[in-house]
């Protein structure tokens, strides 16, 4: 059986190919689909195929980090309960994560989270078969990342 590593309650981590480093993210085993936190978030059409538009900017997601556009055609739209109870639907983006310095291909929901604390949550979908929680620990990787 695979050896699953602890991760604490929040761990700042990467999105590579968003060019994103040392966030902070909220480990939360109560939703299912990860989620970053974006804006202007719409679809343009090109030659009949549709791609998605969003921006990922704001202060909590890395030092001096300047608002950044993101176009995509590999995406999908999917019914989510946030943490409130509500349905939303949501548009899914495919990325990769890096967490104790291993890379996860994973998918995340864009939502505004400008008024959470943490900009990432990471759900189960990517914790589930690899990482065991512990509440009591934070940053984990973080500071795996710096010894390596």
Known sequence: MKQKRTIGRVDKI?????GLVNVQAKIDTGAYTSAI??????????DNADFLVYTISGKRLGEGMKARKFRTSDFKLKKIRSSN????????????????????????SLSDRSHMKNPIL?????????FVVDVA?????????QKS
């Open 14 to 18: 990467s999105l590579p190919e968003l």
């Open 37 to 46: 936190h974006c804006s202007k978030i719409h679809l343009e059409k090109e």
């Open 85 to 108: 109870g509500q349905v939303q639907e949501r548009y899914i983006i495919k990325t990769k994560v890096k967490i104790f310095n291993k890379i996860y291909n994973t998918e995340f």
């Open 122 to 130: 990471l759900g189960r979908k990517l914790l589930s078969g690899r």
């Open 137 to 145: 620990e934070e940053n984990l990787s973080f500071q795996y990342n």
